[in-house]
């Protein structure tokens, strides 16, 4: 097997493969599960959300009006399934990871464990070493670098059981398409665009000095939590912005989002 990616047409003549769909709790993925749901009816696709503890409320509440939608379960999976570690109350599998494996040490541009360890990984276990065509939420507008022959496509996994397909790519959807076809559905885009450009943990080192004081706004519970992080342990202090903490953060002007370009960011978190 090779995980060079196929066409959707491809994927879909082949009933003894798993068809997994993972879902990022984003406008893209959701509408792709939307339109795979009613575009390709003969496929049994498994819908799965790689779950780090610490998503947005509004992405959570977005789920199960989705799974509603879609008529089917979406399967949560976590790194604690992964670990074999019971879940608790107050607990995170990004908690775990965080203290456990990474000695307190925040992930960052430079060093995205978050990625590998909450979603990758536990996205993986799941399928195991069965083929799996993975279903990539990119369209076809998007100019992300390795549709231009600049990089590699995206992919959720290296592992040659688990074959890339990238339906929007195929069939021309593009953001215009997206969000009628999430009009359409009653859903709508998620809540948490009128703040935050992206889907993705409440932390995300990726946001804008305008989305952390959106969070601060909307969540300050969420605001103060992802600040407890950055004291660490045993006196070490970390921050999620570079160069500036939270509490710098807070004392910042009000600042507005800015418009993000498609390679901005982590695209198995955003998409």
């Known amino acids: 097997m090779s995980n060079q990616p196929v066409s959707i047409h491809e994927s879909s003549l082949d009933g003894a493969a798993r068809h997994i769909v993972p879902l990022s709790g984003g406008k893209d993925s959701t509408a792709m599960a939307i339109y795979l749901t009613r575009n390709y009816p003969e496929i049994d ?38 670990l074999g570690v019971e879940e608790k109350q107050g607990r995170s599998p990004f908690d775990v990871i965080l203290y456990e494996h990474f000695s307190g040490f925040l992930p960052s541009p430079r060093s ?32 992300r670098s390795g549709y231009l022959n600049k990089g ?24 215009d398409d997206v969000k009628l076809m999430l009009d359409d559905s009653g859903l709508g885009i998620p809540e948490y665009y009128e703040w935050r450009s992206r889907s993705g943990c409440y932390f995300c080192f990726y946001q804008q000095i305008g989305e952390w004081q959106g969070l601060q706004e909307r969540h300050p519970e969420l605001f103060e939590k992802a600040k407890s992080y950055e004291k660490g342990q045993n006196g070490r202090s ?32 955003h998409l």
């Open 238 to 269: 970390f921050s999620w912005v570079d160069g500036r903490s939270l509490d710098d953060v807070e004392k910042m002007p009000r600042k507005k989002m800015k418009p993000k370009s498609d390679d901005d960011g982590c695209a198995i978190c």
């Open 45 to 82: 696709f498994e819908f799965v959300f790689s779950d780090t503890g610490a998503e947005l409320p509004e992405s959570y509440a977005y789920f199960e009006r989705l799974e509603h939608v879609l008529g089917k379960k979406i399967t949560r999976i976590t790194a604690l399934d992964m």
């Open 152 to 175: 590699k496509p995206v992919l959720l996994s290296e592992e040659p059981n688990i074959i890339p397909v990238y339906p929007f790519k195929d069939d021309g959807i593009t953001i």
């Open 112 to 143: 995205r464990w978050c990625t590998r360890m909450l979603k990758i990984h536990p996205y993986e276990r799941h399928i195991g070493k069965d083929k799996a065509y993975s279903y990539i939420a990119i369209r076809s507008d998007e100019n």
